[in-house]
């Protein structure tokens, strides 16, 4: 089961146009270290502060100087700056809300440079909160209309929420800045790709979900695949305490029209790229429930967790919660006799090589092995573990640094459990 990552955009150190001051004049630093801002007269303690990158006393010092005074008009510059560099750390950090607020508070002295509102859209994509981001790509194409990654990122957003026209009139913008950038380049093929097959689709609808498929070939599925992805959100809903945030699009495809569209290896029986895709040319009932099962929890993990979540976490839970008991148990099987037999990789190495060429067998065993992890975890932690742990990764922590918090095992510990475990 593939799982696309989508880009998430950080703020780059860039300053704001105009005159050349340079703060670090007499330093002897290079000259990429130089800032640019507008001239302006600074008392020598603000000055200093700024020298050395004190950004949170020099925001107080040019707050005071620029609500009393107001002398120079060009303090907004500097105030936007010093916030925008508390921004930068936030993002680097991954504490997305707190690079919002620095952001927000940029864009109320100086609200006419588009990397302001790109980190603004980033940070909010990152937080799933799509409306939010939308906004922000979209102010920044106000300022500069054909701007590459704000046209990028809307075509993403857009195709999260089954608007396809505005997808692909995005991409195609981004294409004409950047025409070499092949990840757009295989998003919008994708698109055009389905778009010629998907001409007499039909769409059923409820409030979490949109399903289209071609009702002519396949009218039983009206009905049903509705039906069964409400009882899979309730289920995963109780494990995860995760539900959509959004109408997930749930699309339904002939084999044929599934491996070209997606590009996925023959190995795959769905993908989620955004939107939840599966083959059903031969479906039988019980195993496009467990397809769609496995690709709905990839769809509320990135909802919560835009691509931050460990390949080994996310793939493990959906296989375990996908409901594929005869399945899961082969494969378990399968990782306990490597685990025994042979020295593993690093659950943060998943799946590295094991993926290389796509080679079914290498493939089934990073399943298995990240299954095996999971459902250790579960097993001895509970599912409340696990749902405290997506929470502190949803506000930018990593697993690793916060697995201790929740099991009292570093996560070199918990992994060594894990095989002596499954190796008896």
């Known amino acids: 089961m593939k799982k696309i990552t989508i880009i998430t955009l950080l703020v780059v150190g860039l300053c704001l146009g105009g005159a050349s001051f340079d703060l670090n004049a007499g330093t002897g630093k290079d000259q990429k270290d130089k800032v640019y801002l507008p001239p302006v007269d600074l008392n ?55 690079a919002i607020n620095q952001l927000e508070s940029a864009v109320q002295y100086v609200d006419d440079q ?14 799933s909160r799509y409306s939010e981001a939308e906004d922000a790509f979209s102010r920044v194409l106000e300022l500069e209309p054909d701007h590459f990654l704000a046209n990028k990122m809307l075509g993403e957003i857009y195709y999260l929420a089954n608007n396809m026209e505005e997808a692909r009139e995005h991409w195609e913008a981004a294409l004409k800045k950047e ?6 380049k295989k998003r919008l093929a994708g698109l055009k790709k389905y778009n010629r097959v998907a001409e007499n689709f039909e769409t059923e609808a409820d409030m979490q979900f949109s399903v289209s498929f071609n009702g002519t070939q396949k009218p039983e599925l009206r009905e049903l695949v509705l039906k069964m992805l409400g009882e899979i959100s309730r289920q995963v809903g109780r494990e995860l305490n995760l539900y959509p945030n959004r109408q997930i699009p749930v699309i339904l495809l002939t084999d044929q029209a599934f491996f070209d569209i997606t590009g996925s290896p023959q190995w795959a029986g769905g993908v989620f790229e955004g939107q939840i895709k599966a083959p059903v040319d031969k479906y039988r009932p019980g195993l496009l429930k467990i397809v769609l099962a496995h690709e709905y929890v990839h769809a509320v993990i990135f909802d919560r967790l835009s691509s931050r979540c460990p390949w080994w976490l996310n793939e493990g ?12 148990k082969l494969k378990l099987e399968l990782a306990a006799k490597f685990i025994k037999e042979t020295k593993i990789p690093p659950l943060e190495e998943l799946p590295g090589k094991l ?5 079914s067998k290498r493939v089934q065993l990073a399943y ?19 749902q405290n742990i997506m929470d502190s990764m949803a506000e930018g922590k990593s697993f690793a640094s916060i697995i201790g918090n929740f099991t009292g095992f570093s996560f070199a510990e918990f992994q060594e459990n894990w095989k002596e475990v499954c190796s008896r």
């Not at 990397?115 to 909010?124: C, E, H, M, V, W």
């Open 355 to 359: 993926l290389k060429n796509g080679d």
């Open 368 to 386: 298995a092995l990240a299954l095996s992890a999971v459902q250790y975890f579960v097993h001895q932690f509970g599912m409340s573990a696990v």
């Open 179 to 184: 025409p070499n950038d092949n990840y757009t």
């Open 114 to 127: 588009p990397r302001l509102y790109l980190g603004l859209g980033a940070s909010f994509f990152s937080l």
């Open 44 to 98: 020598p303690e603000t000055y200093q502060l700024l020298k050395n990158s004190q950004w949170e006393p020099a925001v107080e010092k040019l707050r005071e100087a620029y609500e009393l005074f107001n002398s120079d008009p060009n303090l907004k510059y500097y105030l936007a700056y010093c916030y925008e560099q508390l921004a930068n750390t936030a993002l680097d950090e991954k504490r997305y809300q707190d």
């Open 317 to 328: 839970l959906a296989q375990y919660l996908s409901g594929d008991q005869a399945g899961n």
